[in-house]
C-alpha cells in the first residue's frame, strides 16, 4: 500500500516536472521569437526609405546623404 502510493507521487512528480519544463521551454520558444520579431522589426524602421534623403541639385534625384554617389553629371556635387 505505502509502496503503491510512493510510486503514485513519484509519478506525479514526474508528470509536475515534466509540465513544468515544458512549460518553460515553451517560453523560451515564444521570447525567442518574440525577440526575432523584434529585430526584423527593428531592420524594417532602419531601412533606408525611412533615411532623410537630399536632392542632388544637378541631376534632381534623392539620395541618402550617407550613400550619396555622383551622377556622372559636371554640376553634380558629390565626389565619386
Ligand atoms: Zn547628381
Do not use: H, N
Not at 43 to 64: F, Q
Request: glycine share 8%; proline share 6%; aromatic share 12%.
Amino acid at each position: 500500500m505505502f509502496a503503491f502510493s510512493f510510486g503514485k507521487i513519484l509519478l506525479l512528480a514526474a508528470v509536475i516536472a515534466a509540465v513544468w519544463f515544458g512549460y518553460r521551454w515553451w517560453q523560451r520558444v515564444q521570447k525567442v521569437t518574440r525577440d526575432e520579431g523584434a529585430t526584423l522589426a527593428r531592420e524594417r524602421a532602419r531601412a533606408p526609405t525611412g533615411e532623410d534623403m537630399v536632392k542632388c541639385p544637378a541631376c534632381e534625384t534623392y539620395l541618402s546623404p550617407k550613400a550619396a554617389r555622383a551622377c556622372g553629371r559636371v554640376e553634380c556635387p558629390y565626389p565619386g
